[in-house]
């Protein structure tokens, strides 16, 4: 909760601050950016990459709306005691027992998100953005079970978790970067996005945090405001 809290501080700070500091002309009205993720989640020892894309309008200088959309896929380990059998497991096999199995998966996950993002146009050739993270995940999972898991769950008289598994939830985090400008229409965007969410409720007890990292190209056009602007 403390580091929500900073991070909270922070937005309130950027929105103070962004719309003093909106320095730049000559301001594009859409930006697609596209480019390569990369995300882990450090509880499910998970890593994943692929794909990311978004689509943006700037409404002011210091403020843009966009869409938000990525693929990633990748493989990780479940440990027991993130499960929802950790303690009957436990009590069958002794204390600390859970914390020796470990399973492995391979996962394909996809983002979606909408909302604002903040921007610090205080230098021509580099512009900063924060943006709070609000949307949903959908996270397909394949389970591969060791074989010395079906004995323990048949003494705990317990059915085994399906080995294929799919969820979707809502999220919410924070994320920021900054935009190398290398000519109007055409800057490299280096970006970072903490998330939090509780995918497979069913199965894993605590809720998941996510970093994710993109880099890619970003592609402007149109004016803001004035009698150029596209629509």
């Not at 998100?113 to 512009?127: C, D, H, N, S, V």
């Not at 924070?174 to 290398?182: A, E, M, P, T």
Request: hydrophobic residues 45%; neutral net charge.
């Amino acid at each position: 909760m403390k580091l929500i809290r900073v991070l909270l501080l922070i937005i309130f700070v950027a929105l103070l601050c962004l719309p003093i500091l909106a320095q730049q002309s000559d301001i594009n009205r859409y930006t697609l950016f596209t480019g390569f993720d990369y995300m882990v989640s450090p509880a499910r020892n998970l890593t994943e990459r692929g794909f990311e894309s978004d689509f943006g309008i700037t409404a002011k200088p210091w403020l843009g709306l966009g869409v938000d959309v990525g693929i990633i896929t990748g493989a990780g380990t479940i440990t027991g005691t993130e499960t929802v059998y950790a303690t009957p497991v436990n009590r069958l096999l002794g204390p600390g027992a859970a914390a020796s199995l470990h399973v492995p998966f391979n996962s394909t996950t996809y983002t979606f998100a909408a909302g604002p993002q903040f921007y610090l146009r205080k230098w021509e050739k580099i512009t900063f953005l924060i943006r709070p993270g609000f949307g949903g995940m959908h996270e397909s999972a394949d389970i591969t079970f060791p074989a010395g898991l079906a004995p323990i769950f048949q003494a705990l008289q317990l059915a085994p978790p399906n080995a294929h598994q799919n969820d979707t939830q809502l999220f919410f985090g924070l994320g920021g970067g900054f935009d190398v400008n290398v000519t109007r229409a055409v800057g490299v965007r280096f970006a970072a996005d903490w998330v939090n969410t509780h995918l497979f409720s069913n199965l894993l007890v605590p809720r998941q945090n996510y970093v994710r990292f993109s880099i890619g190209p970003t592609f402007r056009w149109g004016h803001l405001g004035g009698e150029h602007s596209m629509h």
